[in-house]
């Protein structure tokens, strides 16, 4: 998968999106970072809430030598960015937050109490590929079938 290039020097905020495949017992998690510059998610992964699905999107964001990363107060977020860049302030995800409200009203699937009926995580990913990357295809006058996703 072909993702666009991640700006740098930028302002990020990371966060998760609980779902499910098959059953609430085979939980899933959506790890989005958003940029504030660009008001873009420039990159998400799709996995368990572990350490190794968390380091594959801290490791791409700090290579783009952002200013500060955002998150939440989850206890694997200190372990994996380094503490002059990490900051846990209050109310500085609102941005990520308020797109994954946006995306779970876009996409029913991954709402809060249904189950994504999708048997892999390759089905889900590549509706957040659409949804993510179609978004920015909006600028570029590509797909005006996307227009309504902004």
């Not at 993702?3 to 302002?11: L, M, S």
């Not at 959506?30 to 660009?38: D, H, I, Q, S």
């Not at 995580?121 to 996703?149: C, P, Q």
Request: a positive charge; aromatic letters at 8%; charged letters at 35%.
């Amino acid at each position: 998968m072909v993702k666009p290039p991640i700006p740098k020097d930028i302002t990020i905020e990371i966060d998760e999106l609980k779902t499910y495949n098959k059953s609430k017992t085979n939980e899933r998690w959506v790890v989005a970072a958003y940029c504030r510059e660009t008001k873009k998610v420039i990159d998400y992964t799709v996995g368990r809430r572990t350490t190794k699905t968390l380091q594959c999107i801290i490791d791409t964001l700090l290579y783009a030598n952002p200013k500060k990363i955002y998150s939440d107060r989850l206890n694997i977020y200190p372990k994996l960015i380094p503490k002059h860049l990490h900051s846990t302030k209050r109310r500085e995800t609102n941005h990520i937050e308020r797109k994954f409200l946006d995306l779970r009203t876009h996409i029913k699937r991954l709402g809060r109490k249904s189950i994504n009926k999708a048997e892999k995580d390759k089905y889900t990913d590549a509706i957040l590929r659409i949804y993510f990357l179609g978004i920015s295809l909006k600028e570029n006058k590509v797909s005006k079938s996307l227009y309504y996703l902004n």
